[in-house]
C-alpha cells in the first residue's frame, strides 16, 4: 500500500507557472506507474498526464500537451508536474495516483479505474 500528499497548489494568474509535488510513503514506489488527475467545480475528475514505473513513457491530455511535464524521482519517493502557461480553464483541485498492475495501467491509464491509490488533491487557481 502507498499513501500519496500532494503540495503545490495555490493561485496563479494566466500565463504563470506552478509544480504540483505527490509525495509517496513506502519504499516501493518504483512499482508503481503514476498518474495526475484533475477535477474542476460541477465537472468530472479527468485525466491529466501519466508516466511508466522508470518514467521513460509519458501520456498528456491534449489541452495540456506542451505546457505541463511529468516527472518522477524514484529516489526521493516523488512525482512532479510542472505547469506553465497556466490558463483559467486549468483551475481545479489536482489529484496524484498510483497504479500497481502493468496491464490495466497500459490498457487504461486515461481512466480513474487503472490507478489502485490516490491523494486528497491540491488545488490550483488560475487567475485570468
Known amino acids: 500500500q502507498v499513501q500519496l500528499v500532494e503540495s503545490g497548489g495555490g493561485l496563479v494568474q494566466a500565463g504563470g507557472s506552478l509544480r504540483l509535488s505527490c509525495a509517496a510513503s513506502g519504499r516501493t514506489f518504483s512499482t508503481y506507474a503514476m498518474g495526475w488527475f484533475r477535477q474542476a467545480p460541477g465537472k468530472e475528475r479527468e485525466f491529466v498526464a501519466a508516466?511508466?514505473?522508470?518514467?521513460?513513457?509519458?501520456y498528456y491530455e491534449d489541452s495540456v500537451k506542451g505546457r505541463f511535464t511529468i516527472s518522477r524521482d524514484n529516489a526521493k519517493n516523488t512525482l512532479y508536474v510542472q505547469m506553465n502557461s497556466l490558463k483559467p480553464e486549468d483551475t481545479a483541485v489536482y489529484y496524484c495516483a498510483a497504479g500497481r498492475d502493468r496491464w490495466r495501467f497500459n490498457a487504461r491509464y486515461y481512466y480513474a479505474d487503472a490507478y489502485d491509490y490516490w491523494g486528497q488533491g491540491t488545488q490550483v487557481t488560475v487567475s485570468s
Open positions: 508516466l511508466t514505473w522508470s518514467g521513460g513513457i509519458t
